[in-house]
T-cell receptor, first 115, second 119 residues
Framework: AQTVTQSQPEMSVQEAETVTLSCTYDTSESDYYLFWYKQPPSRQMILVIRQEAYKQQNATENRFSVNFQKAAKSFSLKISDSQLGDAAMYFCAYKRTSGTYKYIFGTGTRLKVLA | GAVVSQHPSRVICKSGTSVKIECRSLDFQATTMFWYRQFPKKSLMLMATSNEGSKATYEQGVEKDKFLINHASLTLSTLTVTSAHPEDSSFYIC???????????????FGDGTRLSIL
């Protein structure tokens, strides 16, 4: 069975600084998708970034980028130039590419942004 | 962007009450919706997959008679917690997949969640 682990329950970053959130996963599949979702205090989960396992190039979305290490089964999220609005819970999620819509989520990392 | 509305946002009720939570896709059609349960400082746990016009698929360990799911239209799924007890208190989140989203690998769109508190 696939599992997703986020070992950092909470992280803090100074405004305008860079922070990296860790995520590791376990799977026997060779092709899959990985996601980072953001859950602000308002609670609606928002997709931050997505990585397809067959792509070697790391995904980037503006200030958000990932470091995808397939062999190590690692998928970290880097937030550059952190802003107060980045404060939220961040969830790493895994999904197989075929046969299911089911997501497997990590336990989340709460990010605090300090002014 | 795609919007999923969940209602109510918060419910407080007595033990033994049945509670219905609605999940609506506002600007897209969703053949598939998902119901998650989130415990404090815990991950989202998928409870069931709701399919329009057919029976929901429940995850192992989830009581289907306890958590009734109805997906009556392409824009609405409901979760009814029957005869709720304090241990059912939790944060329930729905998500929906756009039927025109291009296949299995499109991201899901999440609702705001419902905080259920059973006294």
């Amino acid at each position: 069975a696939q599992t997703v682990t986020q070992s950092q329950p909470e992280m803090s970053v100074q405004e305008a600084e860079t922070v990296t959130l860790s995520c590791t996963y376990d799977t026997s599949e060779s092709d899959y998708y990985l996601f980072w979702y953001k859950q602000p205090p308002s609670r609606q989960m928002i997709l931050v970034i997505r990585q397809e396992a067959y792509k070697q190039q790391n995904a980037t979305e503006n200030r958000f980028s990932v470091n995808f290490q397939k062999a190590a089964k690692s998928f970290s999220l880097k937030i550059s130039d952190s802003q107060l609005g980045d404060a939220a819970m961040y969830f790493c999620a895994y999904k197989r590419t075929s046969g299911t819509y089911k997501y497997i989520f990590g336990t989340g990392t709460r990010l605090k942004v300090l002014a | 962007g795609a919007v999923v509305s969940q209602h109510p946002s918060r419910v407080i009720c007595k033990s033994g009450t049945s509670v219905k939570i609605e999940c609506r896709s506002l600007d897209f059609q969703a053949t598939t919706m998902f119901w998650y349960r989130q415990f404090p400082k815990k991950s989202l746990m998928l409870m069931a997959t709701s399919n329009e016009g057919s029976k929901a698929t429940y995850e192992q360990g989830v009581e289907k008679d306890k958590f009734l799911i109805n997906h009556a239209s392409l824009t609405l799924s409901t979760l009814t917690v029957t005869s709720a007890h304090p241990e059912d208190s939790s944060f329930y989140i729905c998500s929906a997949r756009d039927r025109q989203g291009g296949g299995l690998n499109q991201p899901q769109h999440f609702g705001d969640g419902t905080r259920l508190s059973i006294l």
